[in-house]
């Protein structure tokens, strides 16, 4: 055999199989005012509001787990059917 036939393979990159959503994932507390009193929102990527609460101690506390432990990092958030 010539060295014409002979190729080399050329190195492709091997896709990785995790999801993008799966890093950017973070929670965050915002204050809102509503009817004239201050809740406190816990939202995901600056958009969905998962909860909300009177006091911002307690929106803290969830914010930190979820960003700490990730639960939900990989079905790309928390699904919508358990949302306020």
């Given at each position: 055999m010539s060295n014409i036939t002979l190729k080399k393979r050329k190195k492709v990159q091997k896709k990785s199989t995790r999801s993008s959503k799966?890093?950017?994932?973070?929670?965050?507390?915002?204050?809102?005012?509503?009817?004239?009193?201050?809740?406190?929102?816990?939202?995901?990527n600056k958009d969905r509001t998962v909860a909300v609460y009177d006091f911002r101690e307690k929106a803290k506390?969830?914010?930190?787990?979820?960003?700490?432990?990730?639960?939900?990092?990989?079905?790309?958030?928390?699904?919508?059917?358990l949302l306020d």
């Open positions: 799966t890093s950017s994932i973070e929670y965050s507390v915002k204050t809102k005012r509503r009817d004239g009193k201050y809740k406190f929102a816990v939202v995901e506390e969830l914010a930190d787990f979820h960003n700490k432990n990730q639960v939900w990092a990989i079905n790309g958030g928390i699904p919508d059917f």
